[in-house]
């Protein structure tokens, strides 16, 4: 099994069907805790899978005006996915009484 990479550019992020938030928080160029807030805040379409929240590649590199069509590639390969027991990014604060 090769190892596994994460995307470093918008265009290697076309071929992947989710990512952590540390890439995208690099592809976005923002902070890893600005891209765990947008997360919590579903500004970013992201899921959790195992406990560790991935973002979903297509509607975020469509949010980048990334091109459509090569989008659509990878929005027919995972169009598949059984998407149940996928859930949006929730707080893990826990509430102050």
Known sequence: MAPRTEPKTLAEAQHVAA???STAAMLAGTSVSAM???CERGEVESTRLCGRILVK???FLAMFGVDSDAVNVVAEATSSLDPSGARQCTSRRKSSK
């Open 36 to 38: 765990y807030l947008a």
């Open 57 to 59: 590649s297509v509607p």
């Open 19 to 21: 990512f952590s938030v």
